[in-house]
């Protein structure tokens, strides 16, 4: 199973903005759902967006709701996270999660892309 492959993460400034892309990889037929997770140093992992496969539906978690936007290329079977007007709050390490139907916990995780936030 091809792993889920992010980039697009580097050092911005406060109120500065950043895209992240995900290659879904692999086969893409049965996925259900896209995510992107992030973790913190010394934090628990926590859930950012994500968008359905098919239907191009897309949920945030509040933290991020209106600042951030998931999209996907079913063509080009690319994932991408706009991230405008970051925070230092921001500043971790994002995982592109591949879901098919297991649940996110039983997805296919990409190895995380970091994004630093200068204040």
């Known amino acids: 199973q091809v792993q889920p492959v992010e980039s697009g993460g580097g050092l911005v400034q406060a109120g500065g903005s950043l895209r992240l892309s995900c290659a879904a990889s692999?086969?893409?037929?049965?996925?259900?759902?896209m995510g992107w997770f992030r973790q913190a140093p010394g934090k628990e992992r926590e859930f950012v967006a994500a968008?359905?496969?098919?239907?191009?539906?897309?949920y945030y978690a509040d933290s991020v709701q209106g600042r951030f936007t998931i999209s996907r290329d079913k063509n080009t079977n690319m994932v991408y996270l706009q991230m405008n007007g970051l925070e230092p709050t921001d500043t971790a390490v994002y995982y592109c999660?591949?879901?098919?139907?297991?649940?996110?916990?039983?997805?296919?995780w990409g190895q995380g892309t970091q994004v630093t936030v200068s204040s």
């Open positions: 692999g086969r893409t037929f049965g996925i259900y759902r």
């Open positions: 968008i359905g496969w098919s239907g191009g539906n897309s």
């Open positions: 999660v591949r879901d098919r139907s297991t649940g996110w916990n039983g997805g296919d």
